[in-house]
């Protein structure tokens, strides 16, 4: 009886040695996966402050809204440093005399009619005189229609003796006229005669000149 208890003894001896060294063994290999979890290191996402680069600021440019260069820049200033040229002076010739530049004709080749257009008694007498007395060739003076002006008329080929006619009393601004055909103021061709020149006298300075 004795020699069957002892081989049972030793086979559950070795049973639980066995369990024993299962259940080490496992703890063992929990240990060492929970000890890898511990120490793996644990991954980081990078944020997204981090993976985004700063993005190049781009040189400002001029350019137009509406594409009008032209318009938007603005005219270069002037060089400063170079001296401007000067234009050159013009010089005006200074003006003719203009008794000078007539040549009138000789005062005793040129018949002179002076007519009144104004209510001035005697005017075209006076101014007859005062012509006469210049060696001109004056008719008798006449009245004409009413005048608003004096004026001074002309046959053809005569406007420079007109011109130095209106010189010699001081109105060379004329007026000129060439003479018409009946001749104006009421004149008639029989009353002007011979007269190369025709003075219509109207209200102003020919009218008032002392006698």
Do not use: H, K, W
């Not at 290191?41 to 680069?53: D, G, H, L, R, S």
């Not at 005569?158 to 001749?183: K, T």
């Not at 029989?190 to 003075?199: C, H, P």
């Amino acid at each position: 009886m004795e020699s069957n208890r002892a081989p049972n003894n030793q086979m559950a001896i070795r049973g639980v040695v066995l369990v024993l060294a299962l259940i080490a063994a496992g703890a063992f290999v929990l240990a060492r996966g929970l000890d890898d979890g511990d120490s793996a290191p644990v991954a980081t996402q990078p944020t997204a402050e981090a993976t985004m680069e700063a993005e190049p600021t781009p040189d400002p440019v001029d350019t137009p809204p509406n594409g009008d260069d032209a318009a938007a820049t603005p005219a270069p200033a002037p060089d400063e440093t170079q001296p401007a040229t000067p234009a050159p002076e013009v010089i005006q010739p200074p003006a003719p005399d203009p008794e000078e530049q007539l040549e009138c004709r000789d005062p005793s080749t040129i018949g002179v009619l002076v007519a009144n257009g104004t209510d001035v008694s005697g005017a075209a007498g006076r101014l007859s005189g005062e012509l006469n007395a210049a060696n001109y060739v004056t008719l008798p003076p006449v009245n004409a229609s009413a005048q608003t002006s004096s004026a001074f008329y002309y046959r053809a080929g005569y406007e420079v003796d007109a011109q130095c006619i209106a010189n010699l009393l001081g109105v060379g601004a004329g007026p000129f006229f060439p003479m018409s055909d009946p001749p104006p103021g009421g004149i008639t061709l029989e009353t002007l005669g011979n007269a190369y020149i025709l003075i219509l006298i109207g209200p102003d300075s020919l009218a008032q000149r002392p006698g």
